[in-house]
């Protein structure tokens, strides 16, 4: 076997993705999700059957991420999984199975942190990205990079999910420090519950998005939070949305579908706003202007382009990944497994997956 090239299966299954990826060494060969529908009609989530479902999915999503590799299971050198954080009853089955396919093969067994992985993204290379003609993604003028895919140490990383919104300094491939993070909701629950108000099906970020394509994004006015240092809070937009709105159908019963394209380019410019005044912050605290973004937030399109805006202004390198790595999905896993495999850090049969895990 060729030992300069390392194959890597990983497995995602931290919420309603099911996700396989196979990967040799940065670059992914196979990058397979299998989406929960089940939840939409719930308007959210449902723990109990999320699980369930991956348990469905999770050998036929496997299969397909080998065979789209081209890899046998022979080949595979490692199994890297998510062992947290996330729903407890989605991440066993992930995890079991992970432990499973190691032990059945004798092969090494590594743990990663979700929210490193959503980071970590960053450092993924794959077929498309390599025939690039912008292969590093780097906007800005500042100093040339010595790698060519992804940002250089040290770093900021604005990671925004459904469950979390932190500001991340990694200063290499195995020490990140947390800075800053959310007091109450995440960015993405501040998308997801003001399109709830709206009237928008689960999930609503990607949605808002969309409406706001043809909004004016100053047409409404919501408060910004005054939260000390580099930390968030989203719970108190989400309630002077409710409070105006309910104003405002009081008066008029069709107020929001009347207005619904500028509600949500104003509340996605308030959220925007939120975030990019505490990254500039943490780049003025640190003197660090590399900077990247990630989770399925990230995925949004004005904050991408404001982003972007912003880098230009002040001088700083932006990083933005490839949407299909912004949300959920097992490539960035493997990403992880890579580095930890080359640092040999290896799980063992007993570890057990975590709700909760600090970066
Ligand atoms: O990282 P992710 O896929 O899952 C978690 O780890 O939570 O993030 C999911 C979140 C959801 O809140 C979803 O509404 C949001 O990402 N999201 C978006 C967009 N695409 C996904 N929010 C705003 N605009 C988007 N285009
Ligand atoms: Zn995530």
């Known amino acids: 076997m060729d030992q300069t090239k390392i194959y890597i ?3 995602e299954s931290s919420c309603d993705e099911t996700s396989a ?24 989530v449902v723990p109990e059957l999320a699980s369930r479902e991956h348990q469905k999915n999770i050998v036929p999503v496997v299969d397909q991420a080998l065979k789209q590799a081209g890899v046998t299971k022979e080949m595979i050198q490692a199994v890297a999984f998510t062992k947290g954080p996330g729903l407890l009853g989605s991440l066993l089955v992930g995890s079991s199975f992970a432990k499973a396919f190691a032990l059945a093969l004798q092969i090494p067994l590594i743990e990663v942190n979700h929210m490193q992985a959503h980071i970590f993204a960053h450092f993924i290379t794959d077929a498309q990205i390599k025939t690039s003609s912008q292969p590093s993604r780097k906007i ?12 250089d140490f040290p770093f900021l990383c604005l990671t925004i999910s459904g469950g979390h919104t932190q500001i991340i300094k990694v200063s290499d491939y195995y020490t990140t420090v947390l800075i800053g993070q959310t007091l109450d ?3 993405g629950e501040a998308f997801d519950k003001t399109a709830k108000l709206l009237g928008l099906p689960y999930p609503g970020g990607p949605l808002i998005d969309q409406h706001a394509k043809t909004g004016n994004p100053e047409k409404f006015k919501f408060p910004h939070p005054k939260i000390d240092g580099l930390d968030f809070s989203f719970s108190g937009l989400k309630s002077s949305i409710l409070y105006f709105l309910r104003d405002e159908t009081k008066k008029d019963a069709a107020f929001i579908s009347k207005n619904l394209n500028d509600l949500c380019a104003s509340v996605q410019h308030t959220i925007t706003e939120i975030l990019l005044a505490k990254v500039e912050k943490a780049s003025v605290q640190t003197g660090i202007k590399e900077i990247a973004i990630a989770g399925g937030v990230s995925a949004n399109s004005y904050i991408r382009e404001k982003l972007q805006e912003k880098g230009k202004l002040k001088n700083w390198n932006i990083y933005i990944p490839k949407m299909a790595y912004c949300t959920d999905n097992a490539a960035m896993i493997g990403i992880v497994g890579y580095f930890k495999f ?3 850090d290896f799980a063992m049969q007993c570890t057990a997956a975590t709700a909760r895990w600090e970066l």
Do not use: M, W
């Open 9 to 11: 299966l990983a497995i």
């Open 21 to 44: 990826a196979v990967l040799c060494n940065e670059e992914v060969l196979s990058n397979y999700i299998a989406n929960q529908d089940i939840h939409f009609k719930y308007g959210g």
């Open 140 to 151: 800005g003028t500042g100093t040339p990079k010595e790698r060519e895919y992804g940002p």
């Open 185 to 187: 909701d995440a960015a």
């Open 342 to 344: 080359l640092k040999k």
